[in-house]
């Protein structure tokens, strides 16, 4: 089995994040790179990081016109990234045509409901019920446009995974059982959320933060 973990490579320099990655890169299964890091570093920086070796997870979460957004995918087919994020909320076309325009070896994955929404936010923007139940929705919609899966929580993920059983689900949000808790309310393991169906374990912090970063992403790995 290849190791499920994708570290998040939330550093401010592109030599951080190269002396980070080239560390801890036996020990995790590939490499996110988000709206952050591509703002800053670009087409260069990504493939930087690609030298390493590991699959590229581009984390950029397109929201736009169907035709946009496919334009905007075919023009990450230079870079083979392994993984592209879109919003599920741009709609069933958007979905539709950001697959169709993806490279063959490319999962296009949904994001649904931000977890940064609150129940109020969410109606705020005129959407009644819970951000759970939005993202059963928005993750039904993601299904029947054809892409590879979504991302959710590690809460959530069993239930969907029931749902949709071939699907491809990446969950951010996760923390090894000995680590800082901190601000955390609910904590899930990365051994849970692979054993409730989870394709790609999103790490960053746990693993950039730690004292020893190879220690750290070692540990995790024989958790899994
Ligand atoms: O908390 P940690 O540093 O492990 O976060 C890893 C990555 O997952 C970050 O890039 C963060 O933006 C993302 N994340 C997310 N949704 C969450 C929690 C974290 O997309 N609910």
Redesign the pocket.
């Known amino acids: 089995m290849s190791n499920p973990v994708y570290l998040?490579v939330?550093v401010p320099t592109l030599d951080g994040a190269l002396t980070l990655a080239d560390k801890v890169k036996t020990h995790v299964g590939g490499l996110?790179l988000?709206l952050e890091f591509f703002c800053a570093h670009g087409h260069h920086g990504v493939r930087e990081m690609a030298r390493t070796g590991l699959p590229i997870f581009l984390?950029l979460k397109f929201h736009d016109i169907p035709n946009t957004v496919a334009s905007a995918m075919q023009s990450l087919h230079v870079l083979e990234p392994a993984i592209v994020t879109i919003h599920a909320a741009g709609g069933r076309a958007m979905m539709e045509e950001a697959k169709a325009a993806a490279g063959e070896h490319c999962k296009v994955v949904a994001v649904t409901v931000l977890?940064s929404l609150d129940d109020g936010d969410l109606a705020a923007t005129g959407i009644g019920g819970t951000p759970h139940d939005q993202a059963l929705r928005l993750a039904e919609l993601a299904h029947a446009a054809g892409l590879d899966g979504i991302?959710c929580?590690g809460h959530e993920v069993g239930a969907i995974h029931r749902q949709w059983h071939d699907g491809f689900f990446v969950v951010?949000?996760?923390r090894p059982a000995d680590s800082q808790v901190g601000d955390q309310k609910r904590i899930v393991t990365p051994r849970r959320a692979r054993d409730d169906g989870a394709s790609v374990l999103?790490?960053?912090?746990?693993i950039?933060r730690a004292d020893d970063p190879v220690a750290a992403a070692r540990a995790i790995e024989a958790t899994l």
């Open positions: 998040a939330d996110k988000g984390d977890t991302v929580s951010p949000g996760l999103v790490i960053g912090r746990p950039s």
